[in-house]
């Protein structure tokens, strides 16, 4: 796992040890960040829930994001990301929260955001219950993105204030792609 372009471009990644993270492969981010070149400009700021590894908040921060806020709740995974960061040169331009995704959208989160990505586990129920958060909270600036991984077959519900607007499907992942409607 390496950061596909940008400053950083190049660097090995490291990744959490066991089971409990999916990091995204590079063909599946290749293809999300071919994706988002066209949807978005340079985001000012991102967040990054269930970040693991937080191979996609460092992509984003390689390839020009002003700020990203990392969000993981296991320790291993948050110091993985800390490394990562210092191995890439981008911890003046981040944030790392060693919490609960739901708990810092609820309670902590007091930031809009131009790109949110979101990689809950799989069948887990949680991607409905993210994006009703970010939805009443309001944490996604007008036309902002939310980006959520999931498996290929997974139906995501549309949802009053978000359209969907892409899915790129690489092997059994998904990124389906959410753009903040007024």
């Known amino acids: 796992m390496r950061v596909i372009a940008g400053s950083a471009k190049g660097t090995k990644l490291l990744s959490p040890a066991g089971k409990d993270t999916r990091p995204t492969t590079d063909r599946a981010k290749q293809k999300l960040f071919d994706t988002l070149r066209t949807l978005v400009e340079q ?36 110091e993985i990301i800390r490394k990562n ?16 995704a739901f708990l810092y959208l609820n309670k902590l989160c007091t930031l809009k955001y131009d790109l949110i990505f979101a990689d809950p586990p799989y069948q887990s129920g949680y991607t ?20 959520v991984e999931d498996t290929a077959e997974a ?26 409607s007024e």
């Open 43 to 78: 985001p000012a700021l991102a967040l990054d829930l269930f970040s693991g590894s937080g191979a996609l908040g460092i992509e984003a921060l390689s390839r020009g994001a002003g700020r990203v806020v990392f969000i993981e709740k296991n320790r291993a995974a948050a």
């Open 85 to 100: 960061l210092e191995k890439t040169h981008l911890s003046q331009k981040s944030e790392i929260f060693v919490n609960d």
């Open 128 to 147: 409905q219950k993210l994006i009703n958060i970010i939805i009443s909270r309001e944490l996604l600036h007008p036309n902002g993105l939310l980006v």
């Open 155 to 180: 139906k995501q519900k549309v949802t009053e204030g978000l359209t969907l607007i892409r899915t790129k499907v690489s092997g059994y992942t998904a990124h389906y792609i959410f753009e903040k």
